[in-house]
């Protein structure tokens, strides 16, 4: 069965340094990858997702994810972290069968330091 | 209008109660999801309508009812709800199909008592 194991349920980084939050997936076939982030109280948005048609993928507010096959990663990264960053984040991969399911890693808590 | 729009914000219910949550999108996708999320962790599938059909029920207890009366309304129905039933609600909408991103709507807090 496919799915995500996000390492680590706590990141806390200081601002302006590097942002590095790990997914690795288990699958059979190609995945169907993703990023969310959730703001306290609030749904999920979608930060990047992995297309297959480039391994190195950019999405919104500066975050990037490279998919390593040989790895079979999708790390979430950011150059320089934002007190706006602070969130939690959760790595995804979608099943597809007779519909869509997306299923979600366990999280990873983002903690931004002054 | 790439939104997804839940209604109530917050709902408070007695373990009596009959309550609807509601969820609207109008992007013209075509499958849609229920998700439960409790403090910490992760969001729960628990049902996914594609083509207004009921497609995935992810083992959900029958106190939790869903219902999508046309492709743009999904509703999940409330009685008899227990106090660990307490949780966000969380509805979604996608394209349907391999690849395709949900959308998120802000959810619902719900608080059983």
């Known amino acids: 069965a496919q799915s995500v194991t996000q390492l680590g349920s706590h990141v806390s980084v200081s601002e302006g340094a590097l942002v590095l939050l790990r997914c690795n997936y288990s699958?059979?076939?190609?995945?169907?990858l993703f990023w969310y982030v959730q703001y306290p109280n609030q749904g999920l948005q979608l930060l990047l997702k992995?297309?297959?048609?480039?391994?190195l993928v950019k999405g919104i507010n500066g975050f990037e994810a490279e998919f390593k096959k040989s790895e079979t990663s999708f790390h979430l990264t950011k150059p320089s972290a934002h007190m706006s960053d602070a969130a939690e984040y959760f790595c995804a991969v979608t099943l597809y069968s007779s519909a869509s399911k997306i299923i979600f890693g366990s999280g990873t808590r983002l903690s931004i330091r002054p | 209008d790439t939104e997804v729009t839940q209604t109530p914000k917050h709902l408070v219910m007695g373990m009596t109660n009959k309550k609807s949550l509601k969820c609207e999108q109008h992007m013209g996708h075509r499958a849609m999801y229920w998700y439960k999320q409790k403090a910490k962790k992760p969001p729960e599938l628990m049902f996914v309508y594609s083509y207004e059909k009921l497609s995935i029920n992810e083992s959900v207890p029958s106190r939790f009812s869903p219902e999508c009366p046309n492709s743009s309304l999904l509703n999940l129905h409330l009685h008899a709800l227990q106090p660990e039933d307490s949780a966000l609600y969380l509805c979604a909408s996608s394209q349907d199909g391999e690849n395709t991103e949900a959308f998120f709507g802000q959810g619902t807090r719900l608080t059983v008592v």
């Open positions: 992995y297309t297959s048609a480039a391994t």
């Open positions: 699958s059979s076939v190609p995945p169907y």
